[in-house]
């Protein structure tokens, strides 16, 4: 597995984390967590790139993620929180999609 790019930035009062990476059969996946404000209005999932568009393969609820703790007012949160449930969005996705 080659991570394509990585961002993690705050905005619209969340903070956000994006990984793109490409399996060693070639298939793309995308994680996206926001974790925001609100629990009901953040998320933790994984998307398929099909050569047109992302197609959603999983989700993860903020509940069960290591990044629930992390406030959108935190000026420097723990990335590696996120770095533990985006693997863990991808290794689901990759046995669903395999």
């Known amino acids: 597995m080659k991570t394509i790019d990585t961002r993690f930035y705050n905005q619209d009062q969340s903070w956000w984390f994006e990984r793109i990476v490409k ?9 996206v967590i926001r974790r925001n404000a609100y629990d009901f209005q953040s998320s933790a999932v994984c998307k398929r790139w099909d050569g047109n568009k992302w197609h959603l393969v999983n989700s ?30 991808i290794a689901i996705a990759k046995e669903i999609v395999s």
Do not use: R, T
């Open 60 to 89: 993860m609820p903020i509940k069960d993620c290591a990044c629930k703790p992390v406030s959108y007012v935190d000026k420097s949160p723990n990335k590696a929180l996120f770095e533990k449930d985006a693997k863990a969005l």
């Open 23 to 31: 399996l060693d059969d070639g298939q793309k996946l995308k994680v």
